[in-house]
């Protein structure tokens, strides 16, 4: 097929309004939100609205040999949604329905272009709750957290993405649209291939609809902060809690540099009464949920808490949280903000915050750190002055020592934004040559043809 005559048959298949190639819409859907990963201007986007819309999408760049770049909301943070040279990216944020929520089998039926936040809404209602809650619900979307399993504050109790997707539809590549998974509690036909897609960062296929678990409704959560002099200190408090063998509903990390810039942002004074804080949270009912909360306010105490304390004002409290979620954009409006997403195991959590410490010593970068805790999720975050190029080239330096160092300490490059660009080069690292050669065989089994998000992950 003829340059751009895929474009023509495109624009003739789908409804008005559906294909966009004005280089000012493209280009605002060429990356995601990742620092310094590459990309270039696709040669159109497209905004299908059915599963049957991204099969006859899939059908012409196939015919044509034009790479498909899938997009959810653009919030990912390692380059997987860049756009390459040619390529259409497949924007699924108009695929918005909720089709179903199952109160009592408790499960919903979504499209990918669903917002988390929205989902969760329309589950409250019902009395059922989804918890996966990356810190960009409020924007990313269903479809997004799918395709690189995404995580969130209450992942160290109630587990990530990949916990709740019970089955998917999706267009293969060699355009056919299957289900895979099921609706059932249980279920082991065949090879888990739902579990496959979860994780796969869109170089697998194209999800059009995604079935989940969800969960009662919890039982408020009691809230416990601590004031710590420095991000080890609250690593150790965090091994404390382990080694306590407490499971928290969550347990957050916020060090002096995202403190500050939020109350440079929001005004909420928290940067003047603490360097470090913690923040831990237990939803378990009636008096073992009161025991569990004194429980883990000794292990703050233990771990070198200046101060510490339950919360009794639930606003206070739900201030505290909502600062971390503040975090990264207040950040943000500092410099460019190259997000590390690496996880330890529990125990090494403060010797890998000390290595950061040191990391942004040595490589003179300033480095703020905040973190999921509780299950070793650390995601230091390195601050540049805009167009500083000998900072950039410190802080890429400092970005790839972490990974070293996570790696040495027995953990792994990315927790939950996935690989992308970014951490290409960590997953060799870290799987070898052997695991290396697996993943590139299921892609070529998958995309026979090569055409979903190439260059990504692992690269065939």
């Known amino acids: 097929m003829r ?3 895929w474009l023509r048959e495109l624009d003739r298949l789908l409804p008005p309004g559906r294909l966009v190639t004005d280089p000012g819409v493209t280009e605002s859907y060429a990356h995601d939100d990742a620092e310094w990963a590459p990309y270039e201007l696709p040669a159109a986007v497209v905004r299908p609205r059915s599963a049957e819309e991204v099969q006859q999408i899939v059908g012409v760049c196939l015919r044509a040999g034009v790479p498909i770049v899938p997009r959810g909301a653009g919030t990912g943070l390692s380059g997987g949604a860049n756009a390459t040279a040619g390529a259409l990216v497949l924007s699924t944020e108009a695929m918005t329905a909720i089709k179903e929520i199952d109160w009592r089998e408790r499960l919903a039926v979504v499209e990918p272009g669903v917002v988390n936040d929205h989902l969760r809404a329309a589950c409250a209602e019902q009395g059922l709750w989804y918890p996966p809650d990356p810190a960009s619900a409020p924007w990313s979307t269903i479809g997004g957290n799918v395709a690189t399993n995404a995580g969130g504050v209450c992942c160290v109790k109630y587990g990530v993405t990949r916990d709740y997707v019970l089955g998917l539809q999706f267009v ?4 056919e649209l299957v289900r895979v998974g099921r609706r059932t509690a249980k279920g082991v036909a ?12 869109g170089t697998l296929g194209v999800i059009t609809e995604i079935t989940v678990r969800l969960r009662p409704s919890r039982e408020p959560e009691h809230t416990v902060a601590g004031y710590f002099g420095s991000v080890v200190d609250a690593g150790h408090a965090v091994a404390a ?28 004074g928290l940067s003047t009464e603490a360097d470090v804080v913690l923040l831990g949270r237990t939803d378990s009912a009636g008096p073992a949920g ?38 990264y954009p207040a950040l943000e409006r500092l410099g460019p903000v190259l997000t590390e997403d690496v996880c330890v195991p529990k125990g090494a959590v403060p010797e890998m915050l000390g290595r950061i410490e040191a990391t ?50 027995g953990g792994t ?13 960590g997953l060799g690292a870290e799987v070898g040559p052997g695991v290396l050669a697996l993943n590139r065989a299921v892609k070529a089994a998958l995309d026979p043809h090569g055409i979903f998000n190439p260059g990504k992950v692992v690269a065939l």
């Open 3 to 5: 340059d751009e005559a």
């Open 172 to 175: 293969t590549g060699t355009g």
């Open 190 to 201: 065949g090879y888990d291939l739902a579990g496959l897609l979860v994780g796969s960062e």
């Open 241 to 268: 809690v382990a080694e306590a063998g407490l499971v928290p509903s969550a347990l957050e990390i916020i060090d002096r540099h995202c403190l500050a810039a939020v109350d440079e942002w929001k005004h909420m």
């Open 290 to 327: 009161e025991a569990e909360a004194d429980a883990m306010l000794a292990c703050f105490e233990k771990g070198g808490a200046g101060y510490a304390v339950r919360s009794t004002d639930q606003q206070e409290a739900d201030a505290l949280f909502a600062a971390r979620r503040l975090a």
């Open 360 to 409: 942004a010593r040595r490589h003179d970068t300033l480095i703020a750190n905040i973190a999921h805790a509780g299950d070793g999720n650390l995601h230091p975050l390195l601050i540049t002055p805009l167009g500083d190029e000998s900072a950039k080239r410190r802080a890429q330096a400092a970005f790839d020592d972490i990974i070293a160092d996570a790696l040495d300490l």
């Open 413 to 425: 490059v990315t927790g939950e934004h996935g690989v992308g660009l970014l951490k290409r080069g």
